[in-house]
Nanobody
Framework: QVQLVESGGGLVQPGGSLRLSCAAS????????MAWYRQAPGKPREFVAV???????NYADSVKRRFTVSRDNAKNTVYLRMNNLKPEDTAVYYC????????WGQGSQVTPPA
């Protein structure tokens, strides 16, 4: 059974940073293109970042040069490092594969200052 558990969100100070974690079970992150998504209040879920099996990465324009996706195969965990957070980054963040076909986790709430 596939399970994705996101953690690491919270409140941050202006220009602050957070690192989100996505612990996967039932699926090896090293053999899947893994992605981060987010959903702001009243908006549809949107793509944020992806890391391919070969560790190439791609980002939404809104987070380029601020967010970094990484992976720890030994821990079967995907990370999203977020720097210089802005109010518009407020959302619940989720991980999934690049096609968003896995069961969604509960997400992790990120709330930068207004």
């Amino acid at each position: 059974q596939v399970q994705l558990v996101e953690s690491g969100g919270g409140l941050v100070q202006p220009g602050g940073s957070l690192r989100l974690s996505c612990a996967a079970s039932g699926i090896p992150v090293s053999l899947n293109d893994m992605a981060w998504y987010r959903q702001a209040p009243g908006k549809p879920r949107e793509f944020v970042a992806v890391m391919s099996i070969g560790r190439s990465t791609n980002y939404a324009d809104s987070v380029k040069r601020r967010f970094t996706v990484s992976r720890d195969n030994a821990k079967n965990t995907v990370y999203l490092r977020m720097n210089n957070l802005k109010p518009e980054d407020t959302a619940v963040y989720y991980c999934n594969n690049a096609r968003a076909t896995l069961p969604w986790g509960q997400g992790s709430q990120v709330t930068p200052p207004a």
